[in-house]
T-cell receptor, first 115, second 111 residues
């Protein structure tokens, strides 16, 4: 079974530029998550999708971050314009739709450096 | 608001030692607690998942315990090996599949 795929793996941009990350979850997984992990901290949930719909985006800085999940499969996360504090690893995860408490499977992450 | 704390932030031990990593959380209303491993430049790998009704889970040399009433969990690693060197993250799951992570413990096993 293929795992969660993310691209690109690394990205360096200057502040005020835009950037987009892509995630392909495990086949059949209804729930998809984007996390932000700043160096030395644990991951923080940015947005959670269930199929096409957003379940939770309470911690997404909506003035600059946007995310979509077309057709309930792949997802993209965009930052526009980027700030220095956006430098972090962006992790995508997916899980099956069950009774609750299902394990989340994580991709390798995209490491973003904003200069 | 659920907060998860891991102590120590970093730990270095000689190979072969048994060790314990600690995790504490402020709200006992959780679905489950998970321990993850994160290697440099890689994503997270789930090691153990303890449901809220359980007290412990074991996998090989790893044993995780959960005490909901006191808001604590421990990850016990027996006979540590250099390959165990990684960052270990504790996370609690609240409603609707929401994971709240601690900041992690960076573990180094010295040969």
């Amino acid at each position: 079974e293929a795992g969660v795929a993310q691209s690109p793996r690394y990205k360096i941009i200057e502040k005020r530029q835009s950037v987009a990350f892509w995630c392909n979850p495990i086949s059949g997984h209804a729930t998809l998550y984007w996390y932000q992990q700043i160096l030395g901290q644990g991951p923080k949930l940015l947005i959670q999708f269930q199929n096409n719909g957003v379940v939770d985006d309470s911690q997404l800085p909506k003035d600059r971050f946007s995310a979509e999940r077309l057709k309930g499969v792949d997802s993209t996360l965009k930052i526009q314009p980027a700030k220095l504090e956006d430098s972090a690893v962006y992790l995508c995860a997916s899980s099956s739709l069950g009774q609750g408490g299902e394990t989340q499977y994580f991709g390798p992450g995209t490491r973003l450096l904003v200069l | 608001k659920q907060e998860v704390t891991q102590i120590p932030a970093a730990l270095s031990v000689p190979e072969g030692e048994n060790l314990v990593l600690n995790c504490s959380f402020t709200d006992s209303a959780i679905y489950n607690l998970q321990w993850f491993r994160q290697d440099p430049g890689k994503g997270l790998t789930s090691l153990l998942l303890i449901q809220s009704s359980q007290r412990e889970q074991t996998s090989g040399r790893l044993n995780a315990s959960l005490d909901k009433s006191s808001g604590r969990s421990t990850l016990y690693i027996a006979a540590s090996q250099p390959g165990d060197s990684a960052t270990y993250l504790c996370a609690v799951m609240r409603g609707a599949q929401k994971l709240v992570f601690g900041q992690g413990t960076r573990l180094t096993i010295n040969p």
